[in-house]
């Protein structure tokens, strides 16, 4: 049986500068989020999808309902918060978080990462990139940590956890999921960055 994925989907996007919502900046044509979403209903291990939306981003609750996906309102007081929110709302257990602004996400990389956090036996798990993925891309690092092998490393915005665990209320030991792919360190914050989103797509595929 697969667990839920809640697509936190209720930023401001004030640092892209542009007049849309930023789950709805195009990337080779379509919403950003409208990949993440494919990518999810690919996923073997994915039998549910809510989108967590805010004030900020009523355009997107507006697509989402087109579409016929779940959404939940929330706070819009900040991403972990509203996490919480969502988690402790819909009484999630296990679900798989995920930002709405990685459109290079594939189907296959979160059945891996679910398969990660099956096998850990801890209530949390951490995706991450070796900060020298986002280096070789010519990215900038906001914010990195060690692992516990001595890796510098760069969450990327996917994270699976146990929401029975009293998630928010106190820190869940959790294990660190460290992969190579580039396609998972590019969450579009930055023009630059979505530049480089739409330039490692028509790479891989083609603009659609």
Known sequence: MGITALVMAGGKGTRMKLPVE???ISVCG???IEYVLAALKTAKKIDRIFVATTDFTPKTT???KEHGVEVIQTPGKDYVSDMGYTVQTLKLGVFLGVSADLPLVKGEMIDEIVTRYEECGKPALTVAVPIEVK?????????SFKTDDGRDVVPVGINVIDGSKR?????????????????LAVNINTVTELALAERLMSEKTSCL
């Open 62 to 64: 507006a697509l989402m």
């Open 30 to 32: 379509r919403p950003s």
């Open 22 to 24: 930023k789950p709805l």
């Open 167 to 183: 998630y928010g209320d106190e820190w869940l030991d959790q294990d660190i999921f460290v992969v190579d792919y580039p396609e």
């Open 135 to 143: 280096t070789k891309l010519c990215m900038g690092v906001e914010y």
